[in-house]
């Protein structure tokens, strides 16, 4: 998701809104769940910024440091 495209830009209230709980009560679920319980827990104070990501492919993502600088 790119973040200008529901909220105008602003990287903390896209944040806010991946911390919250969705709905379900698979295995998966309620673990993701209990991840972003305890992210909000532990940093109640919260800030984000966006930065520019270095390549758009995903396997040159996972790959990034063997890739030459350029």
Not at 5 to 33: A, H, I, Q
């Amino acid at each position: 998701m790119d973040i200008s495209e529901d909220f105008d830009d602003n990287s903390k209230d896209y944040m806010e809104s991946c911390l919250k709980p969705v709905m379900g009560v698979g295995k998966d679920t309620l673990k993701k769940n209990a991840i972003r319980k305890a992210i909000c827990n532990y940093f109640p104070t919260r800030e984000c910024i966006t930065m520019i990501r270095p390549v758009d492919d995903e396997e040159e993502l996972v790959n990034l440091e063997n890739m030459e600088y350029d």
